[in-house]
């Protein structure tokens, strides 16, 4: 069972980061406080300072990274809500054990030097689940 699940951020499918800016940053003032490319997932995101839970807007850099086909089919908008686990192997194991679908076989490289993968929202209530597990146990952020 996990301990004390824990929202690492809300992550927002758009366009553009810059444009998003203007709403986020200078419309409710969240600071931004980490940006970086993803290459594994083809994206820019940027991380808005939103306490213990972060907001990422995540930018597409190829036509066929997975958040341009989301924002072709849905436009922009929540893409996913990702969970900190301290172990994202043992999960990953347990949530297959238990029938879901995750959509990479093995984690993937997140921002912050994490490693990611993903839940399908057909095993998790119509949501895109994120599970984030940061390289140490401390407050990297
Ligand atoms: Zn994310």
């Known amino acids: 069972m996990l301990q004390s ?10 366009k553009s980061i810059d444009d998003s800016l203007k709403f986020w940053a200078t419309g409710l003032g969240a600071e931004t406080s980490h940006r970086e490319e993803v290459a594994s997932q083809k994206v820019i995101v940027a991380f808005l300072d939103t ?13 066929d ?3 341009a086909r989301f924002i072709d089919k849905k436009g922009e908008g ?3 809500i990702a969970y900190r686990t301290p172990n994202l ?8 054990e238990d029938g879901a679908r995750l959509i990479y076989d093995k984690p993937q490289p997140g921002s912050h ?7 399908h929202p057909a ?3 119509g949501v895109l689940v ?3 597990e940061y390289p140490t146990r401390e407050e990297l952020s």
Request: proline share 6%.
């Open 5 to 14: 699940l824990t929202i690492d951020h809300v992550g927002i499918a758009v």
């Open 123 to 125: 095993s998790a209530g």
């Open 65 to 67: 990274s997975p958040i």
């Open 89 to 96: 192997a043992s999960t990953m194991s347990r949530l297959i």
């Open 113 to 119: 030097g994490t490693q990611i993968n993903f839940v």
């Open 78 to 80: 929540i893409h996913h």
């Open 130 to 132: 994120e599970l984030v």
């Open 51 to 63: 306490g213990q839970g972060k907001t990422e807007l995540l930018e597409p850099t190829s036509p």
